[in-house]
């Protein structure tokens, strides 16, 4: 079992950064890829970032890509999303997930998360 918490969220102006944090529970975090994603109101939750158990592999959407760096601490079970240059479409509740099965990160998905944190909302003003 993996509990997992996000904190982190808040409301910026758009331009401005937050850096999400999700702490996790349990002694086996470093045998879990690690994913960010979001659900804007009225639309599908998204995968945002993906990062491998070791953390040297990431994978970002497009719609995020090079504004937006995730990283991971194994000792620490911690795993961050640096969110820079932010834009009101970035608005949206982000869930940090864990996956125990995932090899590719690029083929993430939200049905196939084996844990989910609660959200932190993130609103980015105009």
């Known amino acids: 079992q993996v509990q997992l918490v996000e904190s982190g969220g808040g409301l910026v102006q758009a331009g401005g950064s937050l850096r999400l944090s999700c702490a996790a529970s349990g002694r086996t975090f470093n045998t879990f890829a690690m994913g960010w994603f979001r659900q804007a109101p009225g639309k599908e939750r998204e995968l945002v970032a993906a990062i491998s158990r070791s953390g040297e592999t990431t994978y970002y959407a497009d719609s995020v890509k090079g504004r937006f760096t995730s990283s991971r601490n194994n000792v620490k079970n911690m795993v961050y999303l640096q969110m820079n240059s932010l834009k009101p479409e970035d608005t949206a509740v982000y869930y940090c997930?864990?996956?125990?099965?995932?090899?590719?990160?690029?083929?993430?998905?939200?049905?196939?998360?084996?844990?989910w944190g609660k959200g932190t909302l993130v609103t980015v003003s105009s």
């Open positions: 997930a864990a996956d125990a099965h995932i090899l590719i990160m690029r083929l993430m998905t939200p049905g196939g998360m084996d844990y």
